[in-house]
């Protein structure tokens, strides 16, 4: 976490992102993150490259419990520093902070200072910020949301030295490079509970997850898929095996999933938000979830399966709760009357009868309320809204 300065001003975009970082390193720390996603034990280094992109002193993901109001995982640049937020003496400060942040309403993978935070001066009189970060000379803070539910907040944030200075437009600018791949590793690793992923034991490591794995090489071709993706695939519902290539029941995600998995192949760098909370539909209108992990680059994720193009990981309804509908509400602005309606689609209602029998309302009335919730949120249909619900809460489980 990152210390509030006193300086409020907004940060520009620059744009001129591109020009702000060699692709040659912007490739390399992109691999670093997802070598992190792989091995949990690399976050320190990855942390550490984009330290050096963002001229900060200290970088971090945390992984909050918000339902219990206490940090679930953190990973710090300096692994040193990691009994300073475990002490719980310092505990409530990252509870505080967790509390102020605008994690329903801010933009995922949009950065944010910590002085545009409600109360931000409060945490000047931390016992943390005056015992650690002062010493330290820690000055100027950055966040970006990661991940988000009722019962899960996930957060990197940048700190830097008083030596340095402010964080500029352009820093801003980087770190929406970085923000996608960041999320991306971020889920996919806090999905395997920050389980690596070792060579020797691949199968056997894949089959006790309870999400679907589907190892593919290019043009899709099915290289492995755990105990919970064969039976996926078996069933037909969401995925499907033609001729040994992965593919999706629901033609949008198909074409999603599939240039996803070419890019991975050819450039992950470019990659951003492809690929991630990608909907695969169901005749029950319970989309599932598919995460894009590129495999074809990275000294260690080659190792994994030398051929394999990327790891796809489906979180399927069955393997995850519903999140939270405040989340939603708050986000786009929802009534109660449109938040209820919302709900029993996020739950999985047969149809829109059903719905207004269980709310006993018309049928009318549910669909004006499902119409103005579509228009809010930019969906067309329910799967989409359901899909949406969960892309801004990622790790939710």
């Known amino acids: 976490m990152g210390i509030p300065t006193k300086r409020g001003a907004q940060m520009e ?49 945390y992984l909050f419990d918000a339902e ?41 993978d949009e950065p944010l200072l910590s002085t545009q935070l409600p109360s931000h001066g409060s945490l000047f009189d931390s016992r943390y910020f005056r015992e650690i970060s002062l010493p330290q000379g820690h000055h100027d803070s950055m966040h970006v949301v990661l991940a988000r539910s009722g019962r899960r907040c996930g ?25 996608p791949h960041l999320r991306r590793a971020v889920t996919i690793s806090d999905l395997m509970e920050l389980r690596a992923l070792e060579t020797e034991a691949l199968s056997a490591t894949l089959d006790r997850l309870a999400m679907g794995v589907v190892v593919v090489a290019d043009k899709n071709r099915i290289l492995h898929a755990n105990e919970a993706a064969r039976h996926m695939l078996a069933n037909g519902g969401r995925i499907v095996s033609r001729r040994g290539r992965l593919a999706a029941r629901d033609s949008a995600a198909e074409v999603e999933l599939t240039q996803a998995i070419a890019l991975a192949g050819v450039d992950e760098a470019a990659l951003g938000g492809a690929g991630i909370g990608v909907a695969l ?52 602005g929802l009534t109660p009357a449109e938040a209820r309606v919302a709900e029993r689609v996020l739950v999985g209602a047969a149809n829109l009868g059903e719905v207004a029998a269980s709310l ?38």
Request: glycine letters at 4%; hydrophobic letters at 40%.
């Open 68 to 108: 219990n109001s206490c940090l679930r995982h953190v990973k710090l640049s300096d692994p040193a520093l990691e009994w300073t937020v475990r002490n719980k003496e310092y505990a409530d400060t990252f509870v505080d902070f967790l509390r102020v942040m605008p994690t329903a309403t801010q933009p995922i």
């Open 155 to 179: 957060l990197f944030s940048a700190t830097r030295h008083k030596s340095v200075g402010f964080f500029t437009g352009d820093d801003f600018a980087i770190m929406r490079l970085f923000a």
């Open 13 to 61: 975009h620059s744009g001129h992102d591109t020009q702000l970082i060699a692709p040659e390193r912007l490739s390399t720390v992109v691999g670093a993150i997802y070598d992190a996603a792989i091995d949990p034990q690399l976050w320190p280094e990855a942390l550490r490259h984009l330290c050096v992109d963002l001229r900060c002193v200290l970088s971090a993901i």
């Open 281 to 332: 539909g169901s005749p029950d209108d319970q989309p599932a979830l598919a995460h894009v992990l590129p495999l074809a680059r990275g000294e260690l994720r080659t190792r994994l399966m030398p051929r394999a193009t990327a790891a796809v990981f489906i979180n399927s309804p069955e393997s995850r709760p519903q999140p939270d509908l405040r989340t939603l509400a708050q986000a786009y």
């Open 360 to 397: 006993d309302v018309s049928l009318a009335t549910v669909k004006t309320h499902l119409s103005q919730v579509f228009a809010k949120t930019g969906v067309s249909r329910q799967a989409d809204l359901v899909a949406l619900m969960h892309r801004i809460t990622p790790s939710s489980r």
